[in-house]
Each structure stands twice: as C-alpha cells, then as structure tokens.
C-alpha cells in the first residue's frame, strides 16, 4: 500500500484492471497536500497483496469487505473514497450499501452500476465490452495478454491511450512485471469471473448514493461509452461531473494536471 499525508480524514484510492496503486501516483502528492491521509492499497490479487485461489474468492462482497477493512484499521474519523475503474465499481456499491460512513466519493471512468446495467442493454456497449467475455475462458486470456513480455498488458494501456507519450517504458514496465508474477493475472482476471458467475451479487437495489459524489470521464474511453453516463442525477442527487473531451479511459493517469485540478476545486481542505 502506498501511503502519504496524516490526520483523521482518510482518503482511500482504489484502482482498476490492470493497475496498482502506481495508477495514483499523480494524486497521492496533491491529496496529502490538502491534509488528507491517502492509502493507496493494491487491491486482492495485484501486486503484493493476498492472492487467494479460486474465482468465489473475488466475489464483490469479498472485496467490499476488503475495503471495510482497509478503513476499519485506519481508525480514520473521517473518509473519502476516490475510484478508477473497477476501484470504481467498488466504491459505488460501497456507498449505495452504506458499509462505513464516507464523506465524499469521486469516480472515474466508471458509470454508476443501474447506468452501466442499462448501457449493457444496447449494442454500443455489448460490443465494447467484448473483453469481458473473453476473460471468461479458462486459461486464454492470460496466455494472451502475458505474451511478448505482456505485449497484452502494455497495449491496454497505450493502445488505448490518446496521449500515448503519458505511458512511456518504464511505466508500461511496472505494470507488466506485476502481471508476470506467477498467479497474479489469473487473481486479476479472477474478478471478471466471479461478476460473471455470481452476478446476484451485482444487485444495485435502488442505487441512491447520499453522499457529494464527483465523476469525472475521459470521453475517449473505447471500453466505455460516455453514454452510460446519462442518468446519474436520478441516483445521485449532489452530482457533479467533469468530462474531459479528449482522454482516454486512464483519465487520471493521462490527464493528471487536468484531474488535479478537479480534485482540487472539488474536495474541502481537509488541513
């Protein structure tokens, strides 16, 4: 877990596929800077935190949970979760199902679960989403991505990038070494899989998020559509979003200066 700041107001950044905390390394600085504590933990099967086998181990309450505990050992007063991507899709179940008290949340990059369920009704996204079904088979997917020296892993990143000079070598490095260790791909993997099999477990119920929520979406993301965006006021009453009109799907890592900025208008000091 990467760690930075101090005081009682807990910032929790919790990243996507296939990331680390590595992904916050731009926002780690400023959110210390504002007086946050910022806990940037790799989360279940990435880098070197637990790896548990088997796809039931990556179910979404087992990762809710992690989260809980993450926050419970802070002995914060006080929490904010900020998300990307999957992180993302933790973050919005965390705060519809009330697990811990949080102040704030901000998204990136991913829509809130009754919007994401309702774009997956319509081909644009279906066929975005293609990925997600290949991940579903056995053994494949992790052969694709991990060969070359994780040809795979790195193109998710610049293939997909717009201004591809923000994932030089020796950041695609990072990403693709933690993926080659053996088991960790299958454990990243692993969390498509079990949203695949135990999808009751995706049950948004009325989805209403009472906490100031900021999304923020780079609107060149070709995993996901900016239209699963629309609707997120009738969940979220305190809404505030921010697109940036050409950044990828990394938005953060990509865009830092720009998300920063948000971040900084958006979030009470906290000093």
């Known amino acids: 877990m990467a760690e930075a700041g101090a005081g009682d107001h807990l910032a929790l950044l919790l990243h996507g596929f296939p990331e680390l905390h590595y992904s916050w390394r731009h926002q780690i600085p400023l959110l210390a800077e504002l007086g946050y504590r910022v806990w940037a933990p790799n989360l279940r099967g990435y880098g070197n935190s637990s790896r548990p086998l088997g796809v039931e181990a990556y179910r979404l309450p087992h990762l809710l949970e992690d989260v809980a505990g993450l926050i419970d050992a802070s002995g914060a007063k006080q929490v904010t979760l900020i998300a990307h991507d999957w992180g993302g899709v933790l973050a919005w179940f965390f705060a519809i199902r009330k697990l811990r008290p949080i102040e704030r949340l901000v998204v990136m990059n991913l829509p809130h679960p009754a919007c994401m369920a309702e774009a997956l009704r319509h081909w644009p996204q279906r066929r975005r989403s293609w990925y997600m079904a290949f991940f579903q088979i056995p053994r494949l997917p992790e052969w694709t991505l991990l060969q070359a020296d994780a040809r795979g892993i790195r ?25 080659q260790v053996p ?73 830092p200066e720009a998300v920063n900025g948000y971040l900084r208008d958006w979030l009470p000091n906290a000093g």
Not at 155 to 179: C, N
Not at 196 to 224: H, S
């Open 183 to 255: 088991g960790a791909l299958t454990a990243m993997l692993n969390w498509y899989r079990a949203a695949f099999r135990y999808r009751a477990d995706l049950d948004a119920g009325n989805g209403k998020v009472d906490v100031p929520t900021l999304q923020i979406w780079g609107e060149k993301d070709t995993a996901l559509g900016i239209e699963a965006l629309e609707g997120t006021d009738r969940f979220v009453a305190d809404l505030t979003v921010r697109r940036l009109p050409n950044v990828s799907h990394w938005v953060q890592q990509e865009a």
């Open 155 to 179: 193109g998710a990143f610049r293939d997909m990038a717009i201004d591809k000079s923000r994932f030089p070598d020796s950041v695609l490095d990072v990403y693709a070494r933690a993926a």
